[in-house]
């Protein structure tokens, strides 16, 4: 990325597009809606709460970041989606059972003429799941074309002058990248002969592409994370970033685990598991979508804790993902970690992290600040991969050949030095001797 002459400032509305109005989307969209009424704070939310240091500790600089860089109002989004239900948004949300019926009903007029449109689904990529609010097409290659007529009619017909997308859908099964993924000349012909390593998320990934409007992927799919997804990005001028909302378990992964290494204590064992009754979880108990989520639950702690240079703390480790559907528990999962360590002379510890949580409440303020970040970056003029979003990420997109950084603490100075550089402003290095020079 070049740095910036110029950042433009958003005008007209923004469209929201989020492939699947479930749990996650109806949250976020509700509690946008209550948020700019003054009825909900939109706790969680870097973009809305979260502030920046400029300067020295001593200049006492530190704006909120919505007042230090041009990003979208609440008042100026315009939410839509794509799903294999046709209920409307306040029907999925209550049948999601996330918020309460008063907040709910505060929003009901506003969520009610939100609509799904028809879905792009092919039911071997997501087979827990069955919906009879489905496009039917030729080909792949039609798919895709559908979704981009969507995108135009919901810019026309809502009167907005661009899009953002964030994928709120199902986790998929795991699909290795093939050839068909490798330039966007072989993935074009891929969607002509309707490929079977093209799954639903390529396609609406790859339209947007087409349309120019942003991708952030919230699942652990390979969506966007191929070269021929990266090349279209580049050369259509489109930021996209992604994957897997880190939220609950693996949000305290990189927390923890940063933690206990900085002081160089070891780790022998880390056993975690999770229970969740939502849709998430129905769709998990398929062994081939747990296998793309397991993946992406596992990087984590090998790139942070680094076994190859560390081998007398890590090299042994033994580290155990479980995901259970139990539905009595709904959206309030539960993340249950057991964390063998050991200090000094290598006597052992033990450590149990309890999370109880709730996924949907966790996800939506990533979703609200993927949505204003990555609109910042098209008008920013940045394109392609954003590793500057890996904050939000269980298994962050980087360029090829480069190890991603879990770090939570490294990811967040990250991207607030991309802020303060895109600003023109001095980047931070907390080394900190100029304050005794």
Same mark, same amino acid.
């Given at each position: 990325?070049?740095?910036? *002459?110029?950042?433009?400032?958003?005008?007209?509305?923004?469209?929201?597009?989020?492939?699947?109005?479930?749990?996650?989307?109806?949250?976020?969209?509700?509690?946008? #809606?209550?948020?700019?009424?003054?009825?909900?704070?939109?706790?969680?939310?870097?973009?809305?709460?979260?502030?920046?240091?400029?300067?020295?500790?001593?200049?006492?600089?530190?704006?909120?970041?919505?007042?230090?860089?041009?990003?979208?109002?609440?008042?100026?989004?315009?939410?839509?989606?794509?799903?294999?239900?046709?209920?409307?948004?306040? *029907?999925?949300?209550?049948?999601? =059972?996330?918020?309460?019926?008063?907040?709910?009903?505060?929003?009901?007029?506003?969520?009610?003429?939100?609509?799904?449109?028809?879905? +792009?689904?092919?039911?071997?990529?997501?087979?827990?799941? &069955?919906?009879?609010?489905?496009?039917?097409?030729?080909?792949?290659?039609? #798919?895709?074309?559908?979704?981009?007529?969507?995108?135009?009619?919901?810019?026309?017909?809502?009167?907005?002058?661009?899009?953002?997308?964030?994928?709120?859908?199902?986790?998929?099964?795991?699909?290795?990248?093939?050839?068909?993924?490798?330039?966007?000349?072989?993935?074009?012909?891929?969607?002509?002969?309707? &490929?079977?390593?093209?799954?639903?998320?390529?396609?609406?990934?790859?339209?947007?592409? =087409?349309?120019?409007?942003?991708?952030?992927?919230?699942?652990?799919?390979?969506?966007?994370?191929?070269?021929?997804?990266?090349?279209?990005?580049?050369?259509?001028?489109?930021?996209?970033?992604?994957?897997?909302?880190?939220?609950?378990?693996?949000?305290?992964?990189? +927390?923890?685990?940063?933690?206990?290494?900085?002081?160089?204590?070891?780790?022998?064992?880390?056993?975690?598991?999770?229970?969740?009754?939502?849709?998430?979880?129905?769709?998990?108990?398929?062994?081939?979508?747990?296998?793309?989520?397991?993946?992406?639950?596992?990087?984590?702690?090998?790139?942070?804790?680094?076994?190859?240079?560390?081998?007398?703390?890590?090299?042994?480790?033994?580290?155990?993902?479980?995901? *259970?559907?139990?539905?009595?528990?709904?959206?309030?999962?539960?993340?249950?970690?057991?964390?063998?360590?050991?200090?000094?002379?290598?006597?052992?510890?033990? #450590?149990?992290?309890?999370?109880?949580?709730?996924?949907?409440?966790?996800?939506?303020?990533?979703?609200?600040?993927?949505?204003?970040?990555?609109?910042?970056?098209?008008?920013?003029?940045?394109?392609?991969?954003?590793?500057?979003?890996?904050?939000?990420?269980?298994?962050?997109?980087?360029?090829?050949?480069?190890?991603?950084?879990?770090?939570?603490?490294?990811?967040?100075?990250?991207?607030?030095?991309?802020?303060?550089? #895109?600003?023109?402003?001095?980047?931070?290095?907390?080394?900190?001797?100029?304050?005794?020079?």
């Amino acid at each position: 990325m070049k740095q910036p *002459e110029t950042v433009t400032k958003p005008q007209g509305k923004l469209a929201v597009l989020l492939p699947g109005l479930g749990a996650v989307a109806t949250t976020t969209i509700a509690g946008v #809606m209550l948020a700019r009424r003054g009825l909900g704070a939109p706790v969680g939310a870097l973009t809305q709460l979260g502030t920046i240091r400029l300067g020295k500790r001593t200049d006492d600089r530190a704006p909120r970041i919505k007042d230090f860089v041009p990003l979208a109002s609440l008042d100026e989004l315009e939410f839509g989606g794509w799903d294999i239900f046709p209920d409307n948004a306040h *029907e999925a949300a209550v049948e999601a =059972k996330v918020l309460e019926a008063a907040h709910l009903e505060a929003v009901r007029e506003e969520l009610e003429p939100i609509r799904p449109m028809k879905a +792009v689904f092919y039911p071997d990529y997501v087979r827990r799941l &069955h919906g009879p609010h489905v496009k039917t097409g030729r080909s792949k290659a039609d #798919m895709v074309e559908q979704v981009r007529d969507d995108i135009r009619a919901f810019l026309r017909e809502r009167g907005a002058s661009r899009a953002v997308a964030v994928w709120c859908g199902s986790t998929e099964i795991f699909i290795a990248p093939a050839e068909v993924h490798r330039s966007v000349a072989a993935f074009e012909a891929g969607l002509l002969a309707s &490929h079977p390593a093209i799954s639903n998320s390529q396609i609406y990934a790859w339209a947007c592409l =087409k349309e120019g409007v942003p991708f952030a992927n919230g699942a652990p799919n390979l969506t966007v994370d191929f070269p021929a997804a990266w090349e279209l990005a580049r050369s259509r001028g489109v930021p996209i970033a992604g994957k897997d909302f880190k939220t609950g378990q693996t949000l305290m992964k990189t +927390v923890i685990a940063p933690a206990l290494k900085a002081r160089m204590l070891g780790i022998s064992g880390w056993f975690s598991t999770n229970i969740l009754g939502n849709r998430d979880g129905v769709v998990l108990d398929d062994p081939d979508a747990f296998r793309t989520k397991e993946a992406s639950k596992l990087g984590a702690l090998d790139r942070i804790l680094q076994p190859e240079r560390y081998r007398e703390l890590y090299q042994g480790l033994y580290h155990k993902v479980r995901i *259970e559907h139990y539905p009595p528990r709904g959206d309030a999962k539960e993340g249950w970690d057991n964390i063998d360590l050991f200090g000094w002379l290598g006597y052992p510890m033990q #450590m149990k992290v309890n999370f109880l949580c709730r996924d949907s409440i966790l996800a939506a303020p990533l979703v609200l600040d993927l949505a204003l970040f990555l609109d910042l970056a098209a008008r920013a003029g940045f394109s392609g991969t954003q590793e500057w979003l890996s904050f939000y990420f269980k298994s962050p997109m980087t360029a090829p050949g480069l190890y991603p950084e879990h770090d939570l603490f490294i990811q967040s100075m990250k991207l607030k030095n991309t802020l303060r550089w #895109m600003m023109g402003e001095e980047l931070i290095t907390h080394l900190g001797n100029e304050y005794y020079d």
